[in-house]
């Protein structure tokens, strides 16, 4: 069993959301097939200082290609796991660990130019693994397959900079299917 953030999205609007794409001129799509996966990432807890406080902040690296995102707890709910769609943790935690401290060194340099208070990072608080859940929705495009993806907790379209992370984590899996 392994811990997994629970969807806050059902199937249904997950369809309604996957036909509609991002942008302005986009027509609805027809979905041929929709489905969880459970994207296997580390939950990052960091404490940061300046000279006025001492915070903690939570972020998320996925465990396929290391992709850096904020993540709020207090959105997602997490639970055990036994039967679900997923890939493999690519990346090991001391990589993580690495990444973690280079990304969010970058996120405090461009804030700290921001705001004019200096920030450090005064250590990683915890790192642990979770499964974090997203609709995949597959549909055709040019006589193509093709897919789009949506968070399953917050509903929101995942950008050109997830899509190499699904990829692989979906090839991967096509792949051990057939061995």
Known sequence: MMDGITPNI????????LQ???GLLKRKRQLDKIELFYLPS????????????????SF????????????????ATSSLMTDFRTCPFFLNENY????????????????????????????IVAIRKIY?????????RKGKI???????????????AMRPVFIKALLNEIMMQSD
């Open 10 to 17: 059902p199937a249904e609007p997950a369809v309604e959301i």
């Open 20 to 22: 509609s794409p991002p």
């Open 42 to 57: 580390y939950i990052v807890d960091i404490q940061v200082t300046s000279a006025k406080t001492t915070t903690r902040q």
């Open 60 to 75: 998320c690296i996925d465990a396929v290609l290391g992709s850096f995102a904020f993540f709020e707890a207090s959105t």
């Open 96 to 123: 993580v660990r690495e990444k973690a401290i280079d990304e969010y060194r970058r996120h405090l340099l461009r804030t700290s130019l921001k705001m004019r208070f200096d920030f450090q990072i005064d250590k």
């Open 132 to 140: 974090y859940p997203f609709w995949i929705g597959y549909f055709k």
């Open 146 to 160: 093709n897919f789009d993806v949506i968070d399953a907790v917050g509903g929101e379209h995942q950008g050109s």
